[in-house]
């Protein structure tokens, strides 16, 4: 199986940005397609963006259309979640999650998570 670890995260102001890191390790990670998803206090975890094994296929969740770009480098076992104009919303844990097969959204549909790393914006 894969392991996943989330790296990156951290304190920034409204309208700064931050790179998300998940490393993999294990098994290749160009076997599975990845997610991000992140929690607030007291809330549930939600799908932020996917990218399937190859990199082709992308999704995004609405709320952070043209702010967040996913992307992955097969060669280094990593995917990237940069994430632009930041706002106090998005404060959260981000957790990289691992499937085989396609892209997908939902929670439930992964096998394999990280710890999460966290992100706090200040307004």
């Known amino acids: 199986q894969v392991q996943l670890v989330e790296s990156g995260g951290g304190l920034v102001q409204a309208g700064g940005s931050l790179r998300l890191s998940c490393a993999a390790s294990?098994?290749?990670?160009?076997?599975?397609?990845v997610g991000w998803f992140r929690q607030a206090p007291g809330k549930e975890r939600d799908f932020v963006a996917a990218?399937?094994?190859?990199?082709?296929?992308?999704n995004y969740a609405d709320s952070v259309k043209g702010r967040f770009t996913i992307s992955r480098d097969n060669a280094k076992s990593t995917v990237y979640l940069e994430m632009n104009s930041l706002k106090p919303e998005d404060t959260a844990v981000y957790y990289c999650?691992?499937?085989?097969?396609?892209?997908?959204?939902?929670?439930?549909?992964?096998?394999?998570w990280g710890q999460g790393t966290q992100v706090t914006i200040s307004s």
């Open positions: 990218i399937s094994w190859g990199g082709g296929n992308t």
């Open positions: 999650a691992a499937r085989r097969g396609i892209v997908a959204t939902d929670v439930r549909e992964y096998d394999y």
């Open positions: 294990g098994r290749p990670i160009s076997l599975y397609a």
